[in-house]
């Protein structure tokens, strides 16, 4: 297995794709077991929009448990590895999570998309509404504590459910076709269309591009095919020794 650095160049852009295995290592549950439930709940009833329509108050207690267990969390040295590669390379630096946590913002990260969602805010549950997606730290553990937005329709979590489209696609699709170096940290490669990724490397290769795909994780992931090298380890074990930022080309 290789274990030496990933050399970036000062032009080289890169882009990072992270999954529930960085945050399960701050002590985030991930909370779907073998058997497809999250805290004894199917999926269909906390995390999609059939299950809010029928009892919001249950999804909302799934929720409001959610942010009190990570705000019990703390970054860990994978997600400061990579605030630190961004505050090298600035703009060329990409980051996209799968998490709803906010690890990697306390970490250090600034350019931050999470493409399903973020656990601290809240919005309206009307589409047509409008009103902008808001920081949120309540705890809604009762329907009657449900608030409410100005337009008279509940607040719900800003969190991208079973059936929903994830959020920035165009923007997240645009930075992976960009870039020089494409590493996937913590994921299953079963989830779409995030495990998709990964194929739009393989097709600029195809084309003639000389952009790679790296995956890191404990075991290699569904789709290891589609990458040209995998690391295998825990991400706090990896990430901290994965880059190399050169300061220049002679090095």
Same mark, same amino acid.
């Given at each position: 297995?290789?274990?030496?650095?990933?050399?970036?160049?000062?032009?080289?852009?890169?882009?990072?794709?992270?999954?529930?295995?960085?945050?399960?290592?701050?002590g985030?549950?991930?909370?779907?077991?073998?058997?497809?439930?999250?805290?004894?709940?199917?999926?269909?009833?906390?995390?999609?929009?059939?299950?809010?329509a029928?009892d919001?108050?249950?999804?909302?207690?799934?929720?409001s448990?959610?942010?009190?267990?990570?705000? @019990?969390?703390v970054?860990?040295?994978a997600?400061?590895?990579?605030? #630190? =590669?961004?505050?090298? &390379? %600035?703009?060329?630096?990409e980051?996209?999570?799968?998490n709803?946590?906010?690890?990697?913002?306390?970490?250090?990260?600034?350019?931050?998309?999470?493409?399903?969602?973020?656990?601290?805010?809240?919005?309206?549950?009307?589409?047509?509404?409008g009103?902008?997606?808001?920081l949120?730290?309540?705890?809604?553990?009762?329907?009657?504590?449900i608030?409410?937005?100005?337009?008279?329709?509940?607040?719900?979590?800003?969190?991208?459910?079973?059936?929903?489209?994830p959020? @920035?696609?165009?923007?997240?699709?645009?930075?992976?076709?960009?870039? #020089? =170096?494409?590493?996937v &940290? %913590?994921?299953?490669?079963?989830?779409?269309?995030?495990?998709?990724?990964?194929?739009l490397?393989?097709?600029?290769?195809?084309d003639?591009?000389?952009?790679?795909?790296?995956?890191?994780g404990?075991?290699?992931?569904?789709?290891?095919?589609?990458?040209?090298?995998?690391r295998?380890?825990?991400?706090c074990?990896?990430?901290?020794?994965?880059?190399?930022?050169?300061?220049?080309?002679?090095?």
């Open positions: 297995m290789n274990s030496h650095p990933i050399s970036i160049a000062n032009h080289q852009r890169v882009v990072v794709l992270t999954g529930a295995g960085i945050s399960a290592e701050s985030i549950r991930t909370f779907r077991d073998a058997g497809g439930l999250w805290e004894n709940h199917r999926i269909e009833e906390v995390a999609s929009p059939e299950g809010w029928a919001p108050g249950n999804v909302w207690r799934f929720y448990a959610r942010r009190a267990q990570a705000r @019990e969390c970054p860990n040295a997600h400061r590895a990579l605030a #630190d =590669l961004e505050s090298k &390379i %600035g703009e060329r630096f980051l996209i999570t799968q709803v946590d906010d690890l990697h913002e306390r970490g250090g990260s600034i350019r931050v998309l999470h493409m399903h969602g973020e656990l601290g805010l809240s919005r309206c549950e009307d589409p047509t509404c009103t902008e997606p808001f949120d730290s309540r705890l809604y553990e009762s329907v009657d504590m608030a409410r937005c100005a337009c008279g329709a509940r607040i719900r979590p800003h969190i991208v459910w079973f059936g929903e489209e959020f @920035e696609m165009h923007r997240i699709q645009a930075a992976v076709l960009r870039c #020089d =170096l494409f590493v &940290i %913590g994921t299953s490669g079963s989830v779409y269309p995030a495990a998709g990724l990964v194929n490397i393989a097709t600029r290769r195809a003639g591009a000389t952009a790679r795909a790296i995956y890191v404990p075991e290699p992931p569904l789709n290891a095919s589609s990458f040209q090298e995998i295998l380890g825990t991400a074990e990896i990430v901290p020794t994965l880059f190399h930022v050169r300061e220049s080309e002679a090095e």
